[in-house]
Structures are given as structure tokens and as C-alpha cells.
């Protein structure tokens, strides 16, 4: 089966989405064609169109965007909408959704995953269900928590169920997680996160809470 893997973030390197993405490709990619789509490179939008109509499945992953999706996401959404209507087609498609955000709960990411679930019903696509995930940001590769962890047991297993119903093209409800930590300890290992951060960009703690007058 050929899947429309839609890569939301506008990240070129080290995104959750990437890392999210690369983890799905490894479960999928064994039974199925998986193609990574892009969409912040918008002049491939028209070749992209035709990669969908090759596919029998689409599956979203992006990053939550002030309770949204981004705006590049949602231009394409509307884009892709224009396309079918201009070309009168009407897509045979199941749609699959897994947004990542940077607060502790999952349910962050609701707004996000009934948007797309709206726009599904809007164009006739069939929704098959999405994962909204809380600390998407502490999914670095490998710090400070690496995927592996007790923390994203859960997660892990909810994704490898998620594989299962992608390959049979299966529906479910929509599932919102938070880590399997305090919320104290994921807010410590956030700030140790970006205390990271600013030092690979030589700026010290101080320095990140510097205010602009
Ligand atoms: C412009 C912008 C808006 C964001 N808005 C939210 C938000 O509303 N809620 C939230 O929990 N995280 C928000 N985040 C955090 C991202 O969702 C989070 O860092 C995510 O892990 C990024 O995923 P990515 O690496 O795949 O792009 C925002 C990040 C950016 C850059």
C-alpha cells in the first residue's frame, strides 16, 4: 500500500515531527511504500497532489502552532481542497494524524486534530484517527529523554497499535498522551532542555531570561 507521509513541520533538521516520522517509516516501511511530503517546500505542491492520488492513505504529523496547525499546513490543506474541486476528484483516502506540542498534555493538541478531522469530513476523506502528544519537545533524538524511556512507554506502544490500524486502513477514536512523568520533572528537564540549547548557541541561563524593554 503507497502512504502519504505529510511532514508538518517547518524544522529542516532535529524536529519532533522528523523524529516521529522516521519512527512510523521504520514500522510502516517494511509492507508499504511510504513517501515523505514536505510541505513547507511549496513548489512541490503540484507534484505532491499526484504522490496523494497514488496513495491510499495519508498521514499527518506536525507540531502544534499556537493551538493550531501551521500556517503552511493549513495553506496546503486548502490547496490540495482547490486541486480536487478544480480537477473533480473525489479522493478514496483514509487520513491519519499525529500532532506533537510542547505543554505536558496531550490534549494540547485537540483544536489541532479536529481541524484536520473537519476538513476530512469537508472533502470526503475517511478519518481514521489521530494522537495528539504533550512534551513533543522532550523527543529529542536522545536527550534529555530518549524515546526508549519508561516516559514514552506508552507512546511507543500507542504508535506501533497506530501501525496496526494504518495497515488495515482502520478507524478509532482520537488519543491524547502526556508522559509518563511528574509534570514538575518534565517542566525540569524542559528548562534543562533549553539551557542546552542556549549553550550550543554560547548564551548562558542568565541570558536566556534577559527582557527586551
Ligand atoms: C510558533 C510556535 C507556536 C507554538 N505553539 C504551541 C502551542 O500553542 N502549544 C504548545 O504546547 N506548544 C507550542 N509550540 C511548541 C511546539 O509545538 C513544539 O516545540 C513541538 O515539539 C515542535 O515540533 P517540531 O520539532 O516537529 O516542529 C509552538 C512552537 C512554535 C515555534
Redesign the pocket.
Known amino acids: 500500500m503507497q502512504i502519504a507521509i505529510l511532514d508538518g513541520?517547518?524544522?529542516f533538521k532535529e524536529?519532533?515531527?522528523?523524529y516521529l516520522i522516521n519512527h512510523m517509516e521504520n514500522l510502516l516501511g517494511g509492507n508499504n511504500e511510504c513517501h515523505q511530503l514536505k510541505l513547507i517546500r511549496k513548489s512541490q505542491w503540484q507534484q505532491y497532489y499526484k504522490t496523494i492520488d497514488e496513495s491510499e492513505v495519508i498521514l499527518l504529523v506536525?507540531?502544534?502552532?499556537?493551538?493550531g496547525l501551521p500556517s503552511h499546513v493549513l495553506d496546503f490543506m486548502y490547496h490540495y481542497e482547490k486541486y480536487l474541486k478544480d480537477e473533480g476528484k473525489t479522493p478514496n483516502l483514509v487520513m491519519y494524524t499525529i500532532i506533537?506540542?510542547?505543554?505536558y498534555e496531550g490534549i494540547?493538541n485537540k483544536i489541532a486534530i479536529e481541524i484536520v478531522n473537519n476538513w476530512c469530513n469537508k472533502i470526503g476523506i475517511t478519518k481514521g484517527g489521530g494522537i495528539g502528544i504533550g512534551a513533543?519537545?522532550l523527543?529529542a533524538t536522545d536527550k534529555p529523554i530518549p524515546f526508549t524511556a519508561a516516559s514514552r512507554k506508552t507512546l511507543k506502544e500507542e504508535l506501533q497499535k497506530f501501525k496496526e490500524l494504518i495497515e488495515v486502513k482502520g478507524t478509532k477514536d482520537d488519543l491524547y498522551l502526556n508522559p509518563q512523568m511528574s509534570r514538575s520533572k518534565c517542566m525540569r528537564l524542559s528548562d534543562m532542555y533549553w539551557y542546552f540549547c542556549g549553550f550550543a548557541n554560547r548564551l548562558t541561563p542568565k541570558k536566556l531570561y534577559v527582557k527586551r524593554q
Open positions: 513541520t517547518p524544522k524536529s519532533r515531527s522528523g506536525a507540531p502544534l502552532y499556537v493551538d506533537n506540542c510542547g505543554f494540547q513533543g519537545t523527543l
